[in-house]
C-alpha cells in the first residue's frame, strides 16, 4: 500500500493544498478586451498530380478529429481543377472532415481557370483571365461549387485565385488588384452557396485586397481576405490590417510551407526528438502562428497536411516517416487547433517580469479561457501563475517540446488561480473552465447504516480529482460510493480494498486492515462538476 501512494504522488496526483492567500499573478488574462473572432486552423489536401493520393478516411479522421492523438484542424483546403472530370478526386476526404470534425470549414482554391479562358491559352506561365470570359468563369467556379454540393460537401469558402502575384511554370494565372475588385464586383453573385474570398497573394500584399475592399459592391459580394507567409515578415505584412478591420473581414492566412531542416538530412523527419526539426517548427512555424494571432488574423492554414515535414507522415521510406502517423510538428500545429476553436475570440492579457519572454495569446469561448504559450528560451518558467477574472472549476495543460508529444501536464487549481510549469523550447497549452469551483459533499450518515464516513476536501489535477475519506464507528466496514457517468476511477490507495466495474457507477470499497482512511483518483471525461457521492457504510 505505500508502494502504491508512492507511485500517486510520483504522478502528481497527491499535493499540499494552495496557499491561503492568492499569489502574484505572473499572466493575468483580460477577458473585458478582445480582438478577433477565430475561424481556425488547418493544412491542404493534396494539390497537383503526383502530390500523393487522396488523405485516408483514418488519415481524415486524426487530422479533424479531436480524441486522443488527434489535431483538431477546423480548416480544410483544397484546390479546385481547371478540368471538372478532376473535381471528385478529393470528395471523400471532404466528405469525411465534415462528418467527423466539429466546425470543419473547406476553403477551395483555384490555382488556374481553364487554359482556354486565358490570354496565354495555357495553365501555366501565369497569363490573365480574358474579360470576356469573366462570366464563364464565374460559372466555372459556381458549378465546382454545386458539384460539391451535390456530393454532400458544403465549400465554406472559395478563392477567386491562388497566389494572383506568381507565375510559374505550373498552373498559375495573373491577376492585379483591380482585376480582382472588378471580378467580384461584377461575377461574384454568380457563384452562390459559399463565401468568397480575395487575395490569396504570395506576401499578403494588400495591393491585391485594398481595391475590393474600398469598393461597396465587390466588398459586399465577399466573406474573407486571404494571403500568404512567404516573404511577409520581411515585406511587413504579417501585421494589422485596419482596411480589413473596418469593414468587419476576418483575415485568413492560408499558406506556407517551410522545411530548411532538410540540410541535416533527409531522415530525420521520422525522429520525433530530432532537434533541427523542433527548432523549425518552434521558431519559425509556430512563432508565425502566434505573430498571424498577434496580428488579429482569424485562420492559419498550413501547405499539405499529410508530408513528411508536415503534421502526419506521408510514409516515403527516404524521410523515415509512417504513413498517416502523427508527427511532432503536428502535436506542436494541435496546441493550436485542437484547443482554439472556431468562434473562441482572442483576449487581452497582461505578463510579469517573470514571464515577459514568453509569447502568449488568450482566448475566451465556449464557457473557458484558453492560453497558448510559447517558450522559445532555454530556461524553464516554473511556477507560473495565471489569473482570469471568472472562477475556476478545472483547469488542463498540455505540453509539446523535443521530448514531448501533446502531453498532459499537472495543473494546480487554487483561490481562482491556475499554476503551471512551462519547460524550456516548448509550445503549451492552458484550457480553464469557467465557472464556481465545485464543492466537497458534506458528511454523509448513510441511512440505516451503523458506521459513517467524512470527505476530505479534494484536489484538482487537470482532468483527475482525488477523494478522500475516513470512516468513523467501525474497524470492518463496507463503504458504497457512487461515481456520476462518465467519471471513472483511475488509481485507489489508503486503508479500502476498491471494487470498481469500470462499466457501473457505483464502487464498493471493504477494510483491508491498514486503516479507516482510502482514497481514489476520478478521471472527469469532461464531466467536471459532479463529485463521488457516499451512498451506505455498514459495519462487518
Known amino acids: 500500500m505505500a508502494a502504491a501512494t508512492a507511485l500517486v504522488t510520483a504522478a502528481g496526483v497527491l499535493t499540499a493544498p494552495p496557499p491561503l492567500l492568492a499569489a502574484t499573478p505572473d499572466i493575468t488574462v483580460n477577458t473585458a478586451s478582445s480582438y478577433q473572432t477565430i475561424d481556425g486552423f488547418g493544412a491542404a489536401t493534396p494539390i497537383f498530380d503526383g502530390s500523393g493520393s487522396p488523405w485516408t478516411d483514418s488519415e481524415t479522421q486524426t487530422l479533424v478529429g479531436m480524441g486522443q492523438g488527434q489535431l483538431g484542424m477546423s480548416i480544410v483546403r483544397t484546390v479546385v481543377s481547371p478540368v471538372s472530370s478532376e473535381w471528385g478526386l478529393y470528395a471523400n476526404s471532404l466528405k469525411t472532415a465534415k462528418s467527423y470534425g466539429a466546425d470543419v470549414k473547406i476553403l477551395a482554391s483555384p490555382w488556374t481557370a481553364p487554359a482556354s479562358f486565358k490570354t496565354n491559352n495555357s495553365r501555366i506561365n501565369g497569363g490573365k483571365l480574358r474579360t470576356d470570359y469573366y462570366d464563364d468563369y464565374a460559372e466555372h467556379l459556381n458549378s465546382y461549387v454545386q458539384y460539391m454540393k451535390n456530393q454532400g460537401v458544403a465549400i465554406d469558402v472559395t478563392s477567386i485565385q491562388n497566389e494572383p502575384d506568381w507565375h510559374p511554370d505550373y498552373d498559375s494565372m495573373d491577376w492585379t488588384g483591380t482585376e480582382l475588385r472588378n471580378f467580384v464586383r461584377d461575377q461574384g453573385t454568380r457563384i452562390r452557396d459559399t463565401k468568397l474570398m480575395v487575395g490569396e497573394s504570395l506576401r499578403f500584399n494588400r495591393a491585391y485586397t485594398d481595391p475590393t475592399l474600398q469598393d461597396t459592391t465587390a466588398r459586399n459580394n465577399i466573406g474573407y481576405v486571404g494571403g500568404h507567409l512567404y516573404d511577409a515578415e520581411n515585406s511587413g505584412n504579417l501585421s494589422p490590417y485596419p482596411l480589413a478591420n473596418q469593414y468587419g473581414k476576418n483575415q485568413w492566412m492560408t499558406e506556407w510551407n ?39 488574423w482569424s485562420a492559419y492554414v498550413w501547405w499539405y497536411g499529410r508530408r513528411f515535414y508536415s503534421l502526419i507522415g506521408d510514409g516515403e521510406s527516404q524521410y523515415g516517416t509512417t504513413k498517416g502517423a502523427v508527427l511532432r510538428r503536428g502535436q506542436a500545429f494541435s496546441q493550436y487547433s485542437k484547443y482554439v476553436r472556431p468562434g473562441d475570440k482572442r483576449v487581452a492579457l497582461s505578463k510579469s517580469s517573470k514571464t515577459s519572454s514568453l509569447e502568449v495569446t488568450a482566448y475566451q469561448g465556449r464557457g473557458k479561457v484558453t492560453l497558448v504559450i510559447l517558450n522559445r528560451s532555454n530556461s524553464a518558467v516554473n511556477n507560473a501563475v495565471v489569473q482570469t477574472p471568472q472562477s475556476i472549476s478545472n483547469a488542463e495543460y498540455t505540453v509539446t517540446s523535443q521530448g514531448l508529444g501533446a502531453a498532459a501536464q499537472p495543473v494546480s487549481l487554487g483561490d481562482g488561480q491556475a499554476t503551471v510549469n512551462i519547460p524550456a523550447r516548448s509550445i503549451s497549452t492552458l484550457t480553464i473552465s469557467e465557472g464556481a469551483a465545485p464543492t466537497d459533499p458534506p458528511t454523509t450518515p448513510p441511512p440505516g447504516g451503523d458506521c459513517s464516513v467524512s470527505v476530505t476536501p479534494g484536489t484538482v489535477w487537470g482532468d483527475r480529482y482525488n477523494t478522500s475519506m475516513t470512516v468513523s464507528g467501525a474497524t470492518n466496514w463496507t463503504a458504497v460510493v457512487s461515481i456520476t457517468s462518465p467519471q471513472r476511477v483511475s488509481t485507489t490507495w489508503g486503508g479500502g480494498s476498491f471494487s470498481w466495474d469500470s462499466s457501473s457507477t457505483v464502487a464498493t470499497v471493504r477494510s483491508n486492515g491498514s486503516g479507516n482512511t482510502f482514497g481514489f483518483t476520478t478521471m472527469m471525461n469532461g464531466n467536471s462538476s459532479a463529485r463521488p457521492q457516499i451512498r451506505s457504510c455498514t459495519a462487518s
Open 258 to 296: 517551410l522545411h530548411a531542416a532538410d540540410g541535416n538530412g533527409s531522415n530525420i523527419w521520422g525522429n520525433p526528438s530530432n532537434a533541427a526539426v523542433w527548432n523549425e517548427t518552434l521558431d519559425n512555424i509556430m512563432r508565425t502562428v502566434h505573430r498571424s494571432m498577434e496580428a488579429s
